[in-house]
């Protein structure tokens, strides 16, 4: 069974087990709600949601299995992962980052392999893809209809269109 990352315990909040934690998620309200199970990534203890809220660029996590700030302590520096089948399934043009990485990336108009995409990155409004090609340097590429035109999961690839300069190729 896989495992995916989802948020990462920094601290802990108060004396009654409330950790503080970085999302490494797309989804908190949905992982971060009652009764969701996660796992510690180090021991793969389970671990069940029982209640979480935003708190300034983070989020606020109590579990059912912690009940006070020493226990809470022992999470510190913990990733914690939700397996595959408790995953969601996303809408029609939407796709988790494992299942982009490591796909194809085409040129749409003359089928050339331009590389693969190594990782994304979610700076602002919308996510940007890291393409490593064969040869030349790694260039970021930003997921918009002008340059993505279709994403094909069954044969593993991504089919653009490149603007000039949009890659460094000297």
Known sequence: MQFYDVAQVLTSHGLKGEVKVKVITDFPEQRFCEGVKLFIKDDMRQL??????????????????????NEAESLFGKTLVISEEDQDQLPE???????IIGLSVVDNETDELIGKVTDIEAPGANDIWQVTPKVGKPFWLPYVSSFVKSVNL???EVRVELMEGLRDED
């Open 154 to 156: 069954d044969k593993g």
């Open 48 to 69: 069940t949601v029982e209640s979480g809220r935003p708190f300034k660029q983070f989020w606020l996590v109590t579990f059912k299995e912690i009940k006070d700030i």
């Open 93 to 99: 043009g939407h796709y988790y980052y494992h299942q």
